[in-house]
């Protein structure tokens, strides 16, 4: 979370970085055997876009997915 900007408040990420990135949640979580992995790979998408323009990135990212035979994900929107 290198951006700064007088109008996002990074508080919380500062306090706590599972706020915008749950990883020690989900590894909670394959501990209690609610979820049977975590992948290897993590991804992100930064800054403000036009969703008009996210299509092709967002195939590729299905792709990549499919690839490590995901079958479940979590979104943050941060």
């Keep these: 979370m290198p951006h700064t900007s007088t109008n996002f408040d990074r508080t919380g990420f500062q306090l ?3 706020v915008v ?3 020690d949640r ?3 979580l394959k501990e209690a055997s609610l979820v049977g ?3 290897d790979f993590h991804y992100s998408f930064m800054g403000v876009a ?3 323009t996210m299509e092709e990135a967002a195939q590729d990212l ?3 997915l499919k ?4 079958d ?3 979104l943050v929107p941060v």
């Design 62 to 64: 299905a792709g990549l």
């Design 16 to 18: 706590d970085w599972n």
């Design 21 to 23: 990135f749950p990883l």
């Design 67 to 70: 690839k490590d035979q995901v």
């Design 72 to 74: 479940g994900l979590v």
């Design 50 to 52: 036009d969703p008009d």
């Design 26 to 28: 989900l590894r909670e």
């Design 37 to 39: 992995s975590i992948t």
